[in-house]
């Protein structure tokens, strides 16, 4: 096991507590790690060092040591007191950067040990803490500053947004599944052994298996059989039919005529087959939900929050953390460094200078004065700023992203898959089929309306295949599963159905070509970098940030100053340092490069230091590739020039820059009325309306939430080799839902003529029944087998 | 044959059984984290955890 390994690292290379680098001789890269882990020590839970192991996807646990404990008020709720016993109150929260068990236990451990604390629990699938406690003993705001400390990061979660009436749906699905299981296995014992005496078997045996066999099967189906139900009444009240609804005539029928049977003393009963159609439906059905449940990611959770928590300043100039959903025009409020801007407004006070690449794409912060107009979702990198509010919640840009992204999806076609396009040509023949064969039966085979009747519901049970319903979700299981180990998410359930179709692509430039940060290139002084960087690391300024990453984490350089929109200034010992724009060093500005830092020492000499937005590095391959498929084109709102030339680089030829997001859906609804199937790959909130109006859309997860949120398939990592990787399991995929399908189909209508014959006796209704199912699924763990055989060298990438 | 006059209720109860205890187990929340459950046996209970419930 894992988790076990013992990966303590030495002391002289990583932080006690984050295991991020230190300088030389130090024990912890910062204050934060250093008073977590004497927290930790404290509460005697030194065995999580131990244990944990770090997963790369990761943040470190890295404690921020000026955040700002905001109000957490109003996402608590509490117990009414009753009589005898003590208040309660609850709280859920997303816990980021859970690295594995060890975690967990470290976090439930250190809560239980507050005073009050009744109980703490944390899952590591849904990653969401729950927490109970006496509001007499302790505080909401105290118990996350605990989690906090340790270097975790929190965010509420709000009672009604939680993925509640999924995980309730899955969960009454698997009952019935339990049940309908139950049922199947128990008539199936009753059947073998009247099907193996038959003949010998006097009568009265025979009846006493088919009375206790009822009584088994009524109640059962009429548990588990709900769903199907609920979805057949549905359909029919509005004037159409699905494949429920011969299901449930099936599971309806077959029970209540062997009933009858049983009654009169008959020799079949089919009890059992309409259990173990049940039972295999179900189990179709689960699968199915899960899959589609994937769709509802943390991004999502994230996004319902509405935003996170600002700080409002009161009249008397105090001030209070409140949800930023309850701010108001008017009202003032404090950004501090390092916050996103909680609402559209004017800049009354401070000068800083904001992180816009979530509105407009664009890599390069934009300044921020007194009179400035800010917008919601945007970062303050420098300094804090009073902002006026004009515009909150439905009213802010973001809220017209969303909406515009709300308009898209709705004028995509909606996509109709696989399974319930032959389902719709499917469900009326089988009605069809097995009414004709009771017509036929009374009227030309002169038989009593029960015997016909008997025989139409075999022919029911035969063409209503359950491998019909685990065809498709079987596949789609076994899919999703190889995706997710080659590093891509898949979020909507077709999505794989819509990717096989693609065939013309729109691509983003920053971020989806490129990696999306800003990276040092070579030719730099490496004496120069090393202080460079220690500066640097006091900056949230991108260029900044691109320059201390690639010093490699070095404690950071004090005290040091930030002059907005110039540069960064360190008083050391020996002198005044600077680190900024050409103008601030004093040296010629030749407007070669939007990316150049310099480093000017207290003699006056300077270094430079070149930073670039590197392509990811297999673009051009890839780009090669998907060309092939059809159409390619890039999409940016970015200046023409650096459009133009990364285009070259790549070799793509069509190119649109300067694309606002309304333009990207236009240019995607363009090549729709062309009849095209677009696949558009962005990652921006700029992009994230038009990854909702192209008929498929991949997103890197280094993406904004939104996008993230808008996307059909997620994809990890530097390189775009996942985009074919998903095409390439996508046709497999859908050639094996199609073997299924066709399968399941020939298998039924093969037992058909033996149906309407009235030679399908149930033992032969079961037989054909389960081994149509295996036959399905056997045939869909192939993509497993397949794909290792083909490319043994993507497999765990 | 009588003896089946016994077997199959006995049967059925033991299959009852079994039944009644995954319904538990599922509606007692057993199933909501199964990657997390498999981690926390690794971790032993210190002694002096305040009981849980």
């Known amino acids: ?797 | 044959m009588t003896i089946l006059l016994y077997l199959i209720p006995t049967a059925l109860t033991l299959g009852g059984l079994a039944l009644a205890g995954f319904l538990w187990a599922l509606k007692s929340g057993q199933f909501d984290d199964l990657d997390g459950a498999a981690q926390r046996i690794l971790f032993d209970d210190p002694a002096d955890t305040p009981p849980k419930r």
């Open chain 1, 1 to 797: 096991m894992n988790a076990l390994i013992d990966i303590a690292v030495p002391v002289q290379s990583a932080c006690l507590h984050c295991g991020g680098p230190v300088s030389a001789g130090e024990r912890y890269c910062c204050v934060g790690c250093r008073s977590a882990h004497q927290l930790v020590g404290e509460l005697g839970l030194d065995q999580y060092y131990r244990q944990r192991q770090f997963d790369p996807a990761q943040r470190r646990p890295r404690p921020e040591v000026d955040r700002q404990g905001s109000d957490l008020s109003a996402w608590v709720t509490t117990d009414e007191s009753q009589a005898g016993r003590t208040p309660q109150a609850h709280l859920s929260m997303m816990v980021d950067g859970l690295h594995c068990g060890a975690c967990v236990w470290l976090i439930e451990q250190a809560l239980l040990r507050q005073p009050g604390v009744i109980t703490a629990r944390v899952s590591l699938s849904t990653r969401r803490l729950s927490l109970a406690w006496q509001p007499a003993a302790t505080s909401a705001e105290h118990l996350a500053t605990v989690v906090e400390s340790l270097g975790y990061r929190l965010v509420p979660v709000a009672p009604d947004c939680l993925r509640n009436r999924d995980e309730a749906e899955l969960k009454s699905l698997l009952q019935a599944m339990a049940v309908a299981g139950f049922a199947a296995g128990n008539l199936m014992l009753l059947s073998v052994s009247v099907w193996s005496g038959h003949g010998d078997m006097a009568p009265g045996t025979r009846d006493l298996f088919h009375w206790i066999s009822a009584l088994i099967a009524i109640p059962a189906v009429g548990y588990a059989g709900r769903p199907f139900f609920k979805s057949a009444l549905n359909v029919l009240r509005h004037g159409r039919t699905n494949m429920d609804v011969p299901i449930s005539l099936a599971i309806v029928l077959a029970p209540s005529i062997s009933l009858y049977e049983t009654f009169t003393g008959g020799e079949q009963a089919y009890f059992d087959s309409a259990a173990t159609l049940l039972f295999f439906l179900l189990i179709g059905r689960y699968l199915d939900l899960r899959a589609r449940r994937l769709a509802h990611s943390s991004a999502e959770q994230l996004m319902a929050l509405g935003g996170e928590a600002a700080t409002l300043i009161l009249e008397d100039g105090s001030l209070r953390d409140i949800p930023a959903r309850d701010l108001k025009a008017g009202q003032c409020a404090l950004v501090h460094v390092g916050a996103r801007i909680p609402a559209d407004g004017t800049v009354t006070q401070g000068e800083s200078q904001l992180d816009v690449s979530l509105i407009s794409g664009e890599s390069m912060p934009a300044k921020a004065g007194p009179g400035a107009h800010v917008y919601a979702g945007t970062l303050n990198l420098v300094a804090p700023l009073t902002i006026a509010i004009d515009k909150v919640g439905d009213a802010t840009l973001l809220a017209d992203i969303r909406r515009l992204m709300e308009a898209a999806e709705s004028r995509r076609n909606r996509f109709i898959r696989i399974a319930d396009r032959i389902a719709r040509y499917y469900a009326p023949f089988v009605h069809a089929t097995a009414l004709l064969t009771f017509l036929g039966w009374i009227t030309l085979g002169h038989l009593p309306w029960t015997s016909a009747l008997l025989i139409a519901i075999a022919v029911l049970i035969i063409t209503c295949p359950c491998a019909l319903a685990l065809a498709v979700p079987v596949v789609q299981v076994v899919a999703s599963h190889r995706l997710l180990k080659a590093g891509i998410l898949l979020k909507s359930a077709d999505a794989l159905e819509r990717l096989c179709q693609v065939d013309s692509i729109v691509l983003d430039k920053t971020g989806t070509l490129t990696v999306g940060r800003l990276e040092l290139q070579p030719g730099y002084d490496p004496q120069a970098l090393a202080i460079a960087a220690r500066i640097a690391a006091n900056s949230k300024h991108p260029l900044a940030r691109a320059v201390a990453r690639a010093g490699g984490d070095l404690v950071p350089a004090a005290p040091v100053t930030e002059i907005p929109g110039k540069g960064l200034e360190w008083a050391s010992a020996d002198g005044i340092w600077r680190l900024g724009s050409a103008a601030f060093t004093g040296q010629a500005d030749d407007h070669s490069s939007d990316h150049v830092l310099w480093l000017l020492d207290p003699g006056g000499k300077a270094a430079a230091f070149h930073l670039a937005d590197p392509i990811r590095p297999d673009a051009a391959a890839i780009v090669a590739e998907l060309a092939k498929l059809g159409s390619i084109e890039i999409c940016s709102g970015d200046r023409p020039a650096p459009v133009a030339h990364l285009a070259q680089r790549v070799g793509i030829s069509t190119w649109h820059a300067l694309q606002m997001p309304a333009d990207k859906v236009r240019r995607l609804e363009e090549l729709r009325a062309a009849g095209k199937h677009v696949l558009m790959i962005g990652d921006g909130l700029n992009d994230a309306p038009a990854l909702r109006a192209a008929h498929v859309s991949m997103a890197p997860t280094s993406a904004a939430d939104i996008s993230q949120n808008a996307a059909d398939l997620l994809f990890q990592g530097d390189a775009l080799r996942p985009v074919t990787l998903a095409i390439a399991i996508a046709k497999t995929t859908e050639r094996l839902m199609r073997q299924n399908l066709a399968l399941a189909i020939v298998y039924n209508v093969a037992a058909i003529p033996l149906a309407i014959g009235g030679a399908v006796t149930p033992l032969v209704a079961a037989i054909s029944m389960s081994t149509s199912s295996i036959l399905v699924v056997l045939n869909s763990l192939r993509l497993n087998a397949k794909r290792r055989r083909q490319n043994p060298s993507q497999e765990g990438a």
